[in-house]
């Protein structure tokens, strides 16, 4: 009996903390948009692939530890794991990350100054051979 016991407190810790990584990666996902802008259907599709990552997880684990059986407890903990997580790493990382963003900025407005201009030779290169194609098209 004892052993069943220490197998569901296992489990609830295990779901805690499976709520905290859940949250953890969710932060990610916010802080990739706020560092590159994205149009509101990338969005869904961000949206629609944690929570798909998410309800695997969630299966994953459940099935693992537990046999697939569906128990409140487990649930209950990984809703505390998320709210542990929110109310204190969460607001810390994104405290942080918003306070690097300008430096973030900076960085990728000179990191990919070299990138348009090689882009730009790119695009002349290309249209001044159409032109010359054209031409010999028409001289024909």
Not at 87 to 95: A, D, E, I, T
Request: glycine residues 6%.
């Amino acid at each position: 009996m004892a052993e069943l016991i220490y197998d569901e407190m296992q489990l609830f810790g295990i779901c805690m903390l499976l709520g905290a990584m859940l949250a953890l990666v969710y932060d990610g996902v916010r802080i990739f948009r706020l560092l590159f802008c994205h149009r509101d259907w990338m969005v869904d599709v961000e949206d629609l692939v944690y929570w798909l990552f998410t309800a695997w997880m969630v299966f994953h684990t459940l099935f693992r530890y537990n046999q697939g059986a569906l128990r409140g407890y487990a649930f209950l903990g990984m809703f505390l794991g998320v709210i542990v997580y929110v109310v204190s790493f969460s607001k810390l990382l994104m405290y942080v990350v918003k306070k690097m963003l300008p430096g973030w900025e900076w960085m990728k407005r000179y990191v990919r100054k070299p990138f348009d201009w090689l882009c730009s030779h790119i695009r002349k290169a290309l249209k001044n051979m159409m032109l010359e194609v054209k031409m010999a098209v028409k001289g024909r």
